[in-house]
């Protein structure tokens, strides 16, 4: 029995694309989609005649991946100005994501989910190389190295000063901030924390003056923006202290504790509370102990126990059981606690101190203990 393909052909389900060769019924390629299908051909003209057929329609191709356009950039940035510019990406499949793989993009811009980079460029000018890659839906991804000029100052400001002097409460303050590089005149602020009370900051010179009303350590963080618009920024520690006190800058980090002056063998000296100085030592991972008399540290730490000469004194200063030196100590009372507490002078505590690896300078107002290996 011939069957052919006449004006009546039908099919369950529909579909297009039927033809006949040599008594064969074909279904031409593009028709299906991927997957199974079951078909039913009557065909109708010469003898009617249905035929059932499961077929598998073969894998569409494969998707087209993603790639980028852009080659150069439209115009420069500038420092100081809002910039933008739109990636350009063909083929693929939406939505995009974009990221940055080596490189960096100039400080003050960004590149957004939507292929753009946009921002303020804060940073120095220069040429600033990138590469960018997009991966679209199906896990497809291109990437393109390029290049962003920004024009403007090829020096920027940083500021200078790094910490200031410590100020006596009451006591009338006058300390300058400085500024290098950048474009002048600069303009001064503080972008984070608080100047102590009594005290305020000339936006123009970089000032601040004042008469101080309470005592303690004030982190403030200032900024400089120069003519360009360009800024920099500085935490800087302002410390105001008790006429009793003392500053100590200990690995860095600025605390406050009482002192005395007084009398060793005929000399004028200041004297510190131990009790003080072993909470600071703790930590720095040397522990010690006080009896009334004997001070004993204890480290783990390689210590210099070379060259010892004790000397004489009412209280003696031991390193991990080895009597290493021997002070005249004070016994006042503490006026941040008002408890009777032991003083030893300053100078023979940082020579022991320098036998535990730790370099102590005191310079009358200021103590610095930083570690040799910090």
């Known amino acids: 029995m011939s069957t052919g393909i006449g004006a009546g052909t039908t099919t369950s389900p529909n579909v297009s694309g039927l033809s006949e060769t040599s008594g064969k019924i074909e279904i031409k390629a593009g028709i299906l989609t991927k997957g199974s299908h079951t078909i039913t051909v009557k065909a109708t003209g010469y003898t009617d005649a249905t035929v059932t057929q499961t077929i598998t329609a073969p894998p569409s191709s494969a998707p087209p991946a993603p790639f980028i356009n852009t080659i ?38 960004s590149l957004n989910d939507r292929g753009e980079i946009v921002g303020t460029p804060t940073g120095q000018a220069g ?47 006058d300390q300058s901030l400085d500024a290098t590089g950048g474009s002048a005149p600069y303009t001064w602020s503080i972008t984070n924390g608080a100047l102590p009370p009594g005290l305020s900051l000339n936006d123009q010179t970089g000032e601040i003056t004042g008469t101080s009303s309470k005592s303690g350590v004030y982190n403030i963080t200032v900024q400089v923006k120069d003519a360009n618009g360009v800024t920099a920024t500085q935490t800087i520690p302002i410390d105001i202290l008790q006429s ?53 540290m204890n480290t783990s730490s390689t210590a210099d126990l070379s060259g010892i000469q004790a000397g004489t004194g009412s209280a003696s200063i031991y390193l991990n059981r080895t009597l290493v030196q021997r002070v005249n100590s004070q016994a006042k009372v ?17 020579q022991v101190l320098n036998r535990v690896g730790l370099q102590s300078n005191w310079n009358g107002t200021t103590w610095s203990v930083t570690e040799q290996n910090s």
Do not use: C
């Open 127 to 173: 040429q600033y190389t990138f590469t960018v890659k997009v991966t679209d839906a199906n896990n497809l991804s291109a990437t393109r190295q390029l290049t962003l000029t920004v024009d403007g100052p090829t020096s920027v400001p940083a500021v200078s000063t790094a910490s200031i002097a410590p100020n006596t409460i009451g006591q009338a303050y």
């Open 72 to 109: 150069v950039f439209t115009e420069d940035a500038q420092v100081g100005d809002i910039y933008s510019d739109q990636l350009i990406v063909t083929g693929g499949t939406m939505p995009f994501t974009w990221s940055i793989t080596n490189g960096s993009l100039p400080t003050g811009l």
């Open 244 to 296: 009793y006190d003392r500053e100590v800058i200990w690995n860095g980090q600025v605390k406050n504790i009482p002192a005395i002056v007084g009398n060793d063998g005929g000399t004028q000296t200041t004297y510190m509370p131990i009790w003080y100085v072993m909470q600071l030592l703790k930590s720095m991972g040397i522990q010690s102990t006080w009896n009334g008399h004997d001070w004993d």
């Open 334 to 350: 503490d006026p941040s606690t008002n408890k009777l507490t032991t003083y030893m002078p300053i100078w023979y505590v940082e």
